[in-house]
Every structure is written in structure tokens, then in C-alpha cells.
């Protein structure tokens, strides 16, 4: 398994968390502020809650919060199935239900884009229930240590995340509801990683801040890598774990022709499917040059372009494939390109050969070849368009799905595109404007990096820690 330590890692710290960080000095308070994702949805981004744009269905997010009990379990779930309550694993005195448990299978399915069913839920059992002792375990730790996530704030997150899928908080509720998904088990996701964040800034010993000895040694590194090909690298590791090679060999195979075809993302895949000790960060590397490549992927990365995924590759203890993200040349200026982008998204039935589904075509054809300019583009949107069409503004190219960033990156201002299949529908984009952004590495980014690999490798260790500890007992 490939021990790499990652030279850029993501910790999603709110800015006005940043009060419990009181004790640290001026600078560090403000780095850890921006450790913000800036927009609400980069948190849920790896959990594939973006509407539309290809990334997941359209949903909906959650109504007035506070009616919701975070971790309850609920006798009754949103598919209106019900349930004899029983604990499965009890953490500390904390029992998670049978309930519990299928609400979180149900949730991964549906933000895996993945229909659910018994194979399904097998695969994903384990990973719920792993997921939901770790929460309760972030949970407890939170509350001894005095650190409290009131529904305001998980309503205020909610609400602005909704706003970014063009939805009001209880729209995104009666989506979830309708995919058969509890929104308990979201926001018992949002209040214990809000809680985990709370307590990590808290917590962050003295010895995590970054000195001047520390940050001029990773200047004179980068500037060392200066000219040299850097690439933002991620993995999927596959162990055998006594099965037969060539099975584990077919699932990593399955996995790429899933995501190729738009259904999986290479990071969600990570997050669910490997065993790699990145894989809670999407299988982040980080930006590695040539010469800090691990021996068993090197080959394989430099033979990657941008946006490249690998094929297997096999190894005395599994498999791993590897998805080179972006590159850069160390040291000079970066940019990127970002769009302004509106969206037309077309809800399609199951039987897309149903009279339904073909008027619904046939219209999406006449506004791809017969709609020009943003204007007129705009009132189709409006008149024509299904929940989740909307303004998609400020928007990286790289981050979208494979297939609609390269039908957009090529896209002329003003023109309609094709009509291009996302989960749940079909959806016709136009560029409004594009612009490129000039990125320039700075001190404060390399001492912004920094800290935010120490505090995940320190949040890393404590949830370790705790999971020692614990005492967790398998009810069944």
C-alpha cells in the first residue's frame, strides 16, 4: 500500500470557526480562515451532491433544520418502507440502527449515481457503517470537549448549498425524500464533519504551527522544483485481501469504464472504494514532480495527460489506478479558465422511449439548434426548463464531469450545446462569458498549505485515536 505523504492536503475549516483558535497568533487565525472552501458546495462536492451539471441527479436540500433530529432513527424512512427498530453497533454507549445504517446505504447509492439494490447495498455496507461510527465517534468527542454545531449553523450551510444548485432548502429536502433517502442521515453528515472541524481548529497543538525555518525550507524546495513537471495526482487502491487477482483486476476495470461513462467520479470512487490511506481525502497524492513518484505508479502517471486515468495496475498486494487531475510547470505563473454558465436541464422519465421523454427531446433539439445568444437562451431556461436549470457562475472547467467540461471548454459565448445526457435527464449548456485567472504561488499559499496538511495528518491521527478507545460492540 503506498504510504505517500501528500504534499497538498484539503481541510475544510468554516472562517467562523476560526474563534476557537483564539490562543494562536494573528497569522495563523487568519491562514486558518482561509482554509475555506468559498462556495458552499465545495464541502459536498465529494459527496456528489452538486445538481445538475452531470455531477449527480438534481435533488434538493433540507427545509427548516431544526424540526430534524441529527442521528435519530427514524421508524418510518422517506420511501415509506417500515422498519422494526434494532441497534447494529453500539459505540460508546450510542446505538446505530438497522434504520440508521439503511439510510446512509440508500444516501451513498444515490450520490454514487449507482441504482440501488441487494448487491449494492452488500458492497456499500460496510462503508455506511463505518462511516456512521466515526461520526459517532467525532460526535461524543465534540461534546465532551464543549464544542457545539447549532441547527442555525447547519441550516445556514444547508440553505447556501442549496443556493448554488439554484433550490430552496426544502426543495432539496423533497428530493432526497423522493430518492428514497432520510435527510437525517445528511445532516447528521454535515453537524459531525462541522463538529470534527470545530474541534480540530480547537484542538490544533502549538506544535502544528508552522515556523520560519519550516516555511523557508519548503520555499527553497519549490523553488528547487522549479521548471520540473508537477501533477495533481490521485489513486484507487485495490487489495487482493485472498481473493483471486484477476477478480480485483475486473473490478478496477468495472470502475473505469464507470466513471468514463460519467457515473462515478474518479475522487467518489476513491472515497468508496479504496483501501489506500488517501482514500478519505478522494485518493489525493497531492502535486507530486517525477522524482517523488511512488516506483509502482511512475510509469504509469507520466504516461497520464491531463485528465488521464490509468489502467490496472497489478502489484504483489492489489491493484491501483491512477487519475492525473491537472499539471503545471513548478515555478511559473498558473492559470485556469472559468466560465459563466447557464443550464437547461430537462427531467427525463425512466422509459426514455415514452411519449414523455421524446416531446421532452424533441424540445431539447429545437432549443440546442434554434436558441442563440444568452438572452433568448435565458427565457427558454425559464420557460422550458426543469428544477435545476439555472446560472452556474464562476465555474472552473477541470471541475466538471469529463464529458460535459470537453463539450464546454470548446463551446463558442452564445452558442447552445448539444444535448448532453446527465443523470436523471439530458441538459443543454451555454458559455456566457469565460475568462482566464492568472494563480500565482505565493508565500502565504506555500504557509496555507502547510498548515492545512499538518491539521488533517493531526485530524487523521486523533480519529485514531478515538476509534482505540471506543468501545464498539457489533450487535448484529
Known sequence: MLERPTRRSIVLFPARLTKHAAGMPHYVRKLLARLVVAPAFALLAPLGLLAPLGLVAPLGLVAPLGLLAPGAALAQQASGVSYAITPIVVVNDEAITNVDLD???RFLALTSNRPYNEALRQELYQDALDGLVDEALQLQEAKKSGV???????NKFVTALAKQSNQSPEQFLGGLRQAGVDPVTFLRQVRARSAWQKLVIKRLPASQIIDRDELKTEIEAEKARAGQVERDIYQIYLPYTGQDPQQVVAQAQALIQTMGAGQLRFTQAAKQYSKGPN????????WLVDADLPTVIAPAVQALGKGGISQPIQTNDGVYLVAVRDQRTVGQKQGRS????????????ADTNSLEAQQKLALAQRVTQGVTGCAAFNEAM?????????????????????????????LPIGRASPVLPVPNGASIFMVCNKRNEVQELEEGEIRTRLIAAKAERYAERLLRELRRQAFIEVKG
Open 338 to 349: 472559468v466560465f459563466d454558465i447557464k443550464q437547461l436541464f430537462l427531467r427525463l422519465p
Open 148 to 154: 457545539v454545531v447549532s441547527d442555525e449553523d447547519v
Open 103 to 105: 439510510a446512509r446505504i
Open 279 to 286: 482514500a478519505a481525502a478522494g485518493g489525493s497524492l497531492g
Open 382 to 410: 425559464i420557460s422550458a426548463g426543469d428544477q435545476g436549470s439555472g446560472d452556474l457562475n464562476g465555474i472552473d472547467v477541470t471541475t466538471l464531469p469529463a464529458q460535459v467540461a470537453s463539450v464546454i471548454a470548446q
